[in-house]
């Protein structure tokens, strides 16, 4: 199973808008709404930020929002703080009841 | 409080064998689904391995398939992940992770046993 694809890094300014990509096939994003994604502090454990393509868990800024097109997902973060500085990974379920994530995205605010 | 605790990381020689546990408290354990997953040193998310809630269809990445087995104590609140005949690329940090209820990702994660094999 490859990795998801993701650019391996993003920057913005503080209050900016942004968009990180992640792109899959039909057997993983294109075929599921299973879609997730996980910020990550250096040392830290990931945090579930999104999940089902545009859901977010409780506690979760309503900054961060997410979408999917095709085998396309993305991740939008709105109003950029300078906490939201870190990786950030999306995961999807595929077909072999698997999970495949991809390879990070470095943001820098 | 959700909590998830992994333990049992090391350092271990190529070739030997190693069994981590995750202890899990404030929720049902027992029905809900778990899974492992590590990080290489400076590098991304590796999905490793699931065990279902209820009934027994774990499922493996590839690249650990026929070396690494997962289970479940549900008396003990308590999943584990025998790893053996290990290699120089499995060193990595293993987070335990349990699936969030009724969905396929991961909504609390441990604090990860870092796992070394070397010579």
């Known amino acids: 199973q490859s990795a998801l694809t993701q650019p391996a890094s993003v920057s913005g300014s503080p209050g900016q808008s942004l968009t990180i990509s992640c792109t899959g096939t039909?057997?993983?994003?294109?075929?599921?709404?299973?879609v997730s994604w996980y910020q990550q502090h250096p040392g830290k454990a990931p945090k579930l930020m999104i999940y089902?393509?545009?859901n977010r868990p409780s506690g979760v800024s309503n900054r961060f929002s997410g979408s999917k097109s095709g085998n396309t997902a993305s991740l939008t973060i709105s109003g950029l703080q300078a906490e939201d500085e870190a990786d950030y990974y999306c995961?999807?379920?595929?077909?072999?009841?698997?999970?495949?994530f991809g390879g990070g995205t470095k943001l820098t605010v | 409080e959700v909590q998830v605790v992994e333990s049992g990381g090391g350092v271990v020689q190529p070739g030997g064998s190693l069994r981590l546990s995750c202890a899990a408290s404030?929720?049902?354990?027992?029905?809900?689904?778990m899974s492992w997953v590590r990080q290489a040193p400076g590098k991304g998310l590796e999905w490793v391995s699931f065990?279902?809630?209820?009934?027994?269809?774990?499922n493996y990445a590839d690249s650990v398939k026929g070396r690494f087995t997962i289970s479940r104590d549900n008396s003990k609140n308590t999943l584990y992940l025998q790893m053996n005949n290990l290699r120089a690329e499995d060193t990595a940090v293993y987070y335990c992770?349990?699936?969030?209820?009724?969905?396929?990702?991961?909504?609390?994660w441990g604090q990860g046993t870092l796992v070394t094999v070397s010579s």
């Open positions: 992770a349990k699936h969030y209820s009724g969905n396929w990702c991961f909504d609390y």
């Open positions: 404030g929720f049902t354990f027992k029905s809900n689904a």
């Open positions: 065990f279902p809630g209820s009934g027994y269809d774990p």
């Open positions: 039909s057997s993983d994003i294109g075929g599921y709404d299973y």
């Open positions: 089902n393509v545009s």
């Open positions: 995961n999807s379920y595929t077909r072999s009841n698997t999970w495949v």
